[in-house]
């Protein structure tokens, strides 16, 4: 009786484990959605850039919308150095960054300290 109780209890945890790992994967990569002749993503900045990494679509102008709920000045600036790149980033406001992925291949950002990265995937 008790062993069953245990077993059920380990496979119960075992399940959570997964759900949670999984879950946290795919927020952290995801897709621009194309609305007409741009595309778009939102990103929020808390304790990192979520997602971490973000899909976009090669020739399509791309509007990445910050918005930064993490206070630590760590964060305040984001920057973009294959795309000339340089911003500050205002509290709890949408901020968007439109850039141009002309090439495929894979672009990291980071924060202003070259800290924090996330990366632009452009296919
Ligand atoms: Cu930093």
New binding site residues.
């Given amino acids: 009786m008790t062993n069953s109780i245990v077993f059920i209890l380990g496979v119960a945890m075992i399940g959570f484990i997964a759900w949670w790992f999984f879950g946290k994967h795919e927020v952290s990569q995801q897709e621009a959605v194309v609305r007409g002749d741009h595309q778009e993503i939102q990103v929020s900045v808390d304790g990192g850039y979520i997602p971490q990494t973000i899909v976009l679509k090669k020739g399509i102008p791309a509007t990445l919308i910050f918005n930064r709920k993490d206070p630590s000045s760590?964060?305040d600036q984001v920057v973009f150095s294959d795309f000339g790149v340089h911003e500050d980033l205002p509290m709890k406001k949408d901020f968007p960054i439109t850039i141009m992925p002309k090439e495929a291949g894979e672009f990291d950002f980071a924060?202003?300290?070259n800290?924090?990265h996330g990366k632009v995937i452009v296919k």
């Fill in positions: 760590c964060l924060c202003g300290m800290m924090i």
